[in-house]
T-cell receptor, first 113, second 117 residues
Framework: AQKVTQAQTEISVVEKEDVTLDCVYETRDTTYYLFWYKQPPSGELVFLIRRNSFDEQNEISGRYSWNFQKSTSSFNFTITASQVVDSAVYFC??????????FGTGTSLTVIP | EAGVTQFPSHSVIEKGQTVTLRCDPISGHDNLYWYRRVMGKEIKFLLHFVKESKQDESGMPNNRFLAERTGGTYSTLKVQPAELEDSGVYFC???????????????FGPGTRLTVT
């Protein structure tokens, strides 16, 4: 069974709109880590955030915010006032204690000017 | 400090040929991982080295793929003979020793885009 599900394959928004990217994960471990990565058109994976399973505090970094809810096994990512430079593929990933990452299929975000 | 580097950035080969991808991890990182993303699919784990030893190679698709990490520094991933379904982006990642929070962070390289025609 897939451990990380990103149900949204593609999203298009108009610049300045807010957008939320969904991520649902599955694990039996009590200690785990969740990540979001951005893959711009240039191809590299850019680290955005890491969250451990014991820290459910939401986090805000500029226009980015993350909502971690263990009760629903979700780790959603919101971009406020989107910009064209936010256009990229975004991956959610799960790591069970420092081993391999399990990635979702990615959500391709297009911000239309 | 240099990040994870991968070579080549792109490779186009014909079916049946051999290709070797190279990954140079961050200096001092014992853990090295290979991942692959086939078009439209998730990024999937291939294998994990701890220094020069294969810790986990459960993700290797078949015996046409051979990974090595001689001396525990850089790693190579050879595909021989290449098939059409091997096309995709191959990512390498590295992390520090396997203890503590530092080992959780994996630093990814820019990837090698492989196209098999």
């Amino acid at each position: 069974a897939q451990k990380v599900t990103q149900a949204q394959t593609e999203i298009s928004v108009v610049e300045k709109e807010d957008v939320t990217l969904d991520c649902v994960y599955e694990t039996r471990d009590t200690t785990y880590y969740l990540f979001w990565y951005k893959q711009p058109p240039s191809g590299e994976l850019v680290f955005l955030i890491r969250r451990n399973s014991f820290d459910e505090q939401n986090e805000i970094s500029g226009r980015y915010s993350w909502n971690f809810q263990k009760s629903t096994s979700s780790f959603n990512f919101t971009i406020t006032a989107s910009q064209v430079v936010d256009s990229a593929v975004y991956f959610c990933a799960l790591s069970e204690m420092g081993n391999q990452f399990y990635f979702g299929t990615g959500t391709s975000l297009t911000v239309i000017p | 400090e240099a990040g994870v580097t991968q070579f080549p950035s792109h490779s186009v080969i014909e079916k049946g040929q051999t290709v070797t991808l190279r990954c140079d991890p961050i200096s001092g990182h014992d853990n090295l991982y290979w991942y692959r993303r086939v078009m439209g699919k998730e990024i999937k784990f291939l294998l994990h080295f701890v220094k020069e030893s294969k810790q986990d190679e459960s993700g290797m698709p078949n015996n046409r793929f051979l990974a090595e990490r001689t001396g525990g520094t850089y790693s190579t991933l050879k595909v021989q003979p290449a098939e059409l379904e091997d096309s995709g982006v191959y990512f390498c990642a590295s992390s520090q020793e396997s203890y503590g929070l530092e080992s959780v962070e994996q630093y990814f390289g820019p990837g090698t885009r492989l196209t098999v025609t």
